[in-house]
Nanobody, 124 residues
Framework: QVQLVESGGGLVQTGGSLRLSCAAS????????VGWFRQAPGKEREFVAA????????YSADSVKGRFTISRDNAKNTAHLQMNSLKPEDTAVYYC?????????????????WGQGTQVTVSS
């Protein structure tokens, strides 16, 4: 069993930056894909970015490419999402998720473990 805890959300102005963290307990991320998703009020949850922990390869949604970067800290078993040039449309609850990595290239689905979410609000 993997427990995920997100942190780092908050209120920021347009153009600002935030760094989200996802800490895991119960198991290391070494054989997992760790992803970030977000859900805005009245909208469906959407994929943001993911990282294959053992390989280090990453994938991001087009809407955040060039602005958001996902990374890993092996020593702390923590994933990060660095968010720069934030826009009001980035406002959402951000969730960390994890699944076993079968190296199949599916970044979007099959996540078994989810955190409780952290609110990110970007003011205009």
């Amino acid at each position: 069993q993997v427990q995920l805890v997100e942190s780092g959300g908050g209120l920021v102005q347009t153009g600002g930056s935030l760094r989200l963290s996802c800490a895991a307990s119960g198991r290391t991320f070494s054989s997992y894909v760790v992803g970030w998703f977000r859900q805005a009020p009245g909208k469906e949850r959407e994929f943001v970015a993911a990282i294959s922990w053992s390989i280090g390869s990453t994938y991001s949604a087009d809407s955040v490419k060039g602005r958001f970067t996902i990374s890993r800290d092996n020593a702390k078993n923590t994933a990060h999402l660095q968010m720069n040039s934030l826009k009001p449309e980035d406002t959402a609850v951000y969730y960390c998720a994890a699944k076993i990595d079968y190296y199949g290239g599916d970044w979007y689905g099959g996540y078994n473990y989810w955190g409780q979410g952290t609110q990110v609000t970007v003011s205009s």
